[in-house]
């Protein structure tokens, strides 16, 4: 079947009904009425704008699609085409199509994700400013977030002013755009450096369940995740989870473990989060995702020594947080202090690549 043909195809069932790339594989053979007819066999989900009465067959569906599917909407990328990202084609249960607005090549270079609360503090915005505008200097990689307010939309505002470029995934269609204020932003963002992308049709609107699908693509198109703050039940905690589940390094900025966001802090670290404290040790962390030491980077502006050890030594203890705070009969928020502590000392360090930890052999 030509591209196409299979496009065109795609665009048609996915205006209408909710399924993955691994789902439309299955289907793409079938000729289009076939197709159609499988997919209300194995009832699939129609997006909410639908109704079952609304499409009982393919002829009164292409009718609906010929007047709501403006031909001067957003583009859109399906799996099978080059543009398409390539982190999000090799899983078979996300979206075959990402609709966009905004220079799609941005999806080809290397990104980092950087998410947080929606009602930052004060030092939550200073940090997010301070972070993308480190990440971009150093290493000139793509800021990724969610177009939320708060940190996220901080998030793309200084990776424009650092002279860099931002990807914004969106939890609902490109035609209702959530939040409603961020609107004049699509057209302040204008220009080769920005993309604004949805894996949901443009007449999607912003459901709650579509923000944590939003957020796993943040972290498939990503090498690494910064959290600056967000609390137990937060977007940006789900966001950091999701990295973590694909192996990714994930930062997490220390807070005070009394407040919100300090416990929505030690739950990622307890998951195996790399606590961080300021730019630096942020930038070490993510410093071999994004290629290699920081200092090697092409277009580096200041190297920035490690000091942490890249394997274990030949002896050495490891044990978990939980562990470590059983054996001081102390509570885990203390713990991950004292942790912290050490690690800072060079006492304590991180096993690559593990949620343990490993104390060096003094003898």
């Given at each position: 079947m030509e591209n196409n043909e299979k496009r065109s195809k795609l665009q048609f069932l996915h205006f209408?009904?909710?399924f993955s790339i691994g789902y439309f594989k299955k289907i793409e053979s079938l000729p289009l009425a076939t197709a159609w007819n499988r997919?209300?066999?194995d009832n699939k989900s129609l997006w909410?704008?639908?109704k079952k009465e609304?499409?009982?067959n393919i002829h009164t569906a292409q009718t609906l699609f010929a007047k709501h599917n403006s031909p001067d909407s957003a583009s859109f990328s399906c799996y099978f085409e080059n543009d398409f990202p390539e982190s999000i084609r090799q899983n078979k249960s996300l979206s075959p199509v990402l609709y966009y607005l905004g220079n799609i090549a941005l999806f080809s270079g290397t990104s980092v994700c950087v998410v947080g609360s929606r009602n930052p503090s004060a030092f939550g915005i200073a940090t997010t400013r301070n972070a993308v505008k480190s990440i971009v200097e150093l290493s000139q990689a793509t800021i990724v977030s969610g177009f939320a307010r708060g940190i996220d939309i901080e998030a793309h505002k200084q990776a424009l002013r650092s002279g860099g470029r931002t990807i914004a995934i969106i939890g609902s269609g490109l035609s209702n755009l959530y939040p409603r204020e961020h609107l004049n932003y699509v057209t302040k963002f204008s220009g080769d450096r920005f993309l604004l992308s949805?894996?949901?049709?443009?007449?999607?609107?912003?459901?709650?369940?579509n923000f944590p699908r939003r957020n796993r693509l943040l972290t498939h198109l990503s090498v690494g995740t910064a959290c600056v703050e967000g609390g137990p039940k937060s977007g940006s905690l789900i966001t950091g989870k999701h990295s973590l589940?694909?192996?990714k390094t994930t930062c997490v900025f220390i807070q005070d473990y009394r407040s919100d966001f300090g416990r929505g802090c030690i739950e990622l670290i307890r998951l195996g989060a790399e606590p961080v404290t300021d730019m630096e040790d942020m930038l070490e962390k993510l410093a071999f995702p994004l290629g290699g030491q920081l200092g090697l980077f092409p277009h580096s502006r200041k190297a920035i020594p490690s000091t942490r050890k890249a394997t274990p030594p030949e002896k050495y203890e490891e044990f978990s947080i939980e562990e470590y705070a059983k054996k001081k009969c102390i509570a885990i928020p203390?713990?991950?202090?004292?942790?912290?502590?050490?690690i800072e000392s060079n006492t304590i360090s991180r096993v690559p690549g593990r949620q343990t930890l490993f104390?060096?052999?003094s003898s």
């Open positions: 209408f009904y909710d997919i209300r066999l909410p704008r639908w609304e499409v009982t949805s894996p949901f049709p443009s007449h999607c609107p912003p459901l709650p369940k589940d694909l192996g203390q713990a991950i202090c004292e942790i912290q502590e050490q104390i060096k052999n």
